[in-house]
């Protein structure tokens, strides 16, 4: 290699979690690393994120005995992922790959110091009714963090979407303190850690920020060489293989080397409107949960040096509602629960029901998106009553009657003291909104949802109410007065990228890898294909990946 400026062992570009997996993994071979970050903010959207991994027969299941294998993951990734051209991020191989590898990435990053956790004890996959379907958990979180470990660095961890040191099986429990010991008992125990925090000057953060400022910690003290605001504009390729990149630095061109390979986790497009435009007409950039720099910028350089892009009409779909205020939200307030709770169903602008209200958040936005396409869908409308907004919470609301005064003054929440009263509000026929309450109402009294199963599946209970019955999904919107909410797709990535092998290496159209570039995260084409089967099919991916490409890399495939 010539004309570099300065050469590494191993170059990543982006700093999600699957850049410091692999990171990690070099300088266990004592190997150099960079991670060229175009943010002035560690830690990539994965910081803002549940920080959730998604990982079959992981130690935190063995432990508990909850039993879990390879065999039961592969079986229910089979069941749930569909092989063929419209998904060639996937394949059985590299499913394999996964399941065997996740368990393995999650012991390494424990050996280095990285401190994990179960999410919960139940937190169901989302098509869990299929065979190998697990309805406790495979989720895997990290534990709270102290930023203050970070020394100097603590400023730059990206903030998370939590503003209280809260673990994510507490946040679920908070809502339910008006109706139960256990979500009073959390209450009183989150509330003494902020204030112990506040008195002590400590800043502790959870789910992404702490997973991220876990893997920031490590990979500082293994020595990687972590530089932010360092864009990276080009892969160079030299006789057919990737032997650098051009970044910045002083505000000049930079050539950096790299001799084992350079590692693409640069995030996915979903703040690009114009490539949301070309692959996922009717999505919004500024509905996006992810961060001001997922502009799809690598995923074009791929393309250019002859990497295939593929999958690039999926996006993590997570609906949202748009509160008032929501465009200087952290966070815009999620919908993921709302309509998935009793009392409450979705209708779209001719108020009709179209879906299971209580799936996976990826399927509901996918859905809503199809629906779109012969009825006016977006946004669709949350039907709930009062009921539900005495019982839970709303567009971040903790439960009951008192909102913000902006909800009724912008028009964003209708209320109304009949249903046919509601429906003119929305500008939907009275008769059809009536009808669609009253079918909803039926299914309830019967127990069963005839038209969508909502409450059949765990996953659909889980999002439920675990203090109501008989069915924790289903319940009647039958007190007034009535209310409505607007509900958009949003996401919290887009999904699709750069066509990648077993091994994390970036193929071509003929299916041959391209010398020295790797890629992970939604830099790629899932290898869950265009399904999200279970809570953190990103963040797990993107983390097994990267510590997958880089032991192939370094030579280290059979040794950790």
């Known amino acids: 290699m010539s004309d570099f400026d300065e050469v590494f062992d191993w170059v990543v570009v982006g700093n999600g979690a699957g850049s410091m997996s692999s990171a990690l993994v070099m300088r266990h071979a004592d190997k150099s690393v960079v991670i060229l970050e175009k943010s002035a903010w560690a830690g990539g959207t994965t ?9 079959p027969n992981n130690r935190y299941m063995n432990a508990a005995g909850d039993k879990d294998s390879a065999e039961a993951a592969i079986t229910y990734l089979d069941a749930v992922v569909e092989d063929g051209s419209n998904a060639p991020g996937t394949s059985r191989q590299k499913r394999l790959a996964y399941v065997h590898q996740a368990p393995r990435m999650i012991d390494f990053l424990v050996q280095e110091g990285v ?5 919960t004890d139940y937190w169901p996959d989302y098509y869990d009714e299929l065979p190998g379907g697990c309805k406790t958990t495979r989720c895997v979180v990290a534990q709270l963090f102290e930023t203050s470990e970070l020394g100097a660095w603590a400023e730059k961890l990206r903030p998370g979407f939590l503003t209280v040191p809260v673990k994510l099986d507490e946040g679920m429990k908070l809502p339910y303190f008006k109706k139960s010991w256990l979500g009073r008992r959390v209450f009183a125990k989150v509330a003494l850690r902020t204030a112990w925090a506040r ?11 702490a997973l991220q400022g876990r893997m920031l910690l490590a990979s500082l003290k293994s020595g990687v060489d972590i530089r932010l605001q360092s864009p990276v504009s080009e892969l160079i390729v030299e006789d057919g293989k990737v032997t650098g990149v051009v970044t910045v630095k002083d505000g000049k061109p930079w050539r950096v080397g790299a001799r084992l390979g350079v590692l693409v986790n640069a995030g996915g497009f979903a703040r690009n409107q114009a490539m949301r435009d070309k692959y996922l007409p009717g999505t919004r950039a500024e509905w996006s949960q992810t961060n001001e720099s997922d502009t799809g910028d690598l995923h074009v350089e791929i393309e250019r040096i002859g990497g295939v892009l593929a999958q ?17 939200m952290t966070i815009i307030p999620p919908a993921q629960s709302v309509t998935g709770k009793p009392h409450a169903i979705l209708v779209d602008q001719s108020g009709v029901r179209y879906m299971n209200e209580g799936g996976s958040y990826e399927l509901y936005c996918e859905t809503m998106l199809k629906r779109n396409r012969t009825v006016p869908a977006i946004p669709s409308w949350a039907i709930i009553d009062t009921d539900y907004l005495d019982q839970y919470m709303l567009a971040g609301t903790m439960p ?31 008769d059809a ?5 009253s079918r909803w109402n039926g299914f309830v009294d019967k127990g069963v949802d005839e038209d969508f199963h909502r409450g059949e599946r765990e996953y659909d209970l889980w999002l439920g109410d675990p203090f109501h019955g008989p069915n924790k999904a289903l319940g009647k919107i039958a007190k007034a007065p009535f209310y409505a909410v607007p509900v958009v797709p949003g996401d919290v990535s887009t999904y699709g990228g750069a066509v990648t092998d077993e091994e994390g290496r970036v ?3 003929d299916g041959a890898p391209i010398g020295g570039l790797y890629a992970t995260g939604v830099s790629t084409a899932s290898v869950m294909g265009n399904v999200y089967p279970g809570a953190g099919a990103s963040i797990g991916p993107s983390m097994t990946f990267g510590y997958i490409a880089a032991k192939h890399a370094a030579g280290l495939s059979n040794q950790i």
């Open 47 to 55: 910081s803002k994120s549940g920080g959730v991994m998604w990982v």
């Open 400 to 430: 009951g009657r008192s909102k913000p005064a902006a909800w009724t003054e912008t028009g964003y929440l209708k209320q109304a003291g009949s249903i046919g009263e509601l429906a003119k509000l929305i500008d939907i026929k009275p």
């Open 199 to 209: 008195l002590t000057g400590k800043k502790i953060v959870s789910a992404g920020a």
């Open 312 to 328: 690039m009409d999926q996006m993590v779909g997570y609906q949202c509602t748009l509160a008032p205020g929501w465009e200087g």
């Open 115 to 119: 401190k994990l956790e179960r999410a």
């Open 507 to 509: 193929l071509q159209a």
């Open 433 to 437: 909104l009536e009808a669609t309450v």
